[in-house]
């Protein structure tokens, strides 16, 4: 009989053994359900964030071009602005040597 009683203690041995390992085969497997898991929220997070960026940099640059196109636009009104006020300086340049050439009753004044 000490055969036997030694034979189921063996064979319990080996239960107890092959439990042990199937519940850290089970926990061991949660727990990379459980970085799975995490590191998929983590680059969920990350693209969302990706995203932003993207949206935030297509933001800015449209806000730069739109800077742009009025820098360009205050440019060519600057340059509009610079011509006609050279028109109306030799206008008046003009005006004020008809005039300094002339005296009161329309006969010029220039010295021959």
Do not use: N
């Amino acid at each position: 009989m000490d055969l036997v009683y030694q034979a189921a203690d063996l064979f319990r041995s080996i239960e107890d053994r092959a439990r042990a390992g199937e519940a850290r085969a089970e926990a061991a497997e949660q727990a990379q359900l459980e970085i799975i898991a995490a590191t998929e929220r983590k680059l969920r997070d990350a693209s969302r964030a990706l995203e932003e960026a993207r949206r935030r940099i297509e933001s800015q640059q449209e806000q730069l071009d739109a800077a742009k196109f009025r820098a360009q636009a205050a440019e060519a009104e600057a340059r509009g602005a610079r011509q006609s006020l050279a028109l109306v300086e030799d206008a008046i340049r003009r005006r004020l040597l008809l005039t300094a050439g002339h005296d009161g009753d329309g006969r010029s004044t220039a010295v021959a």
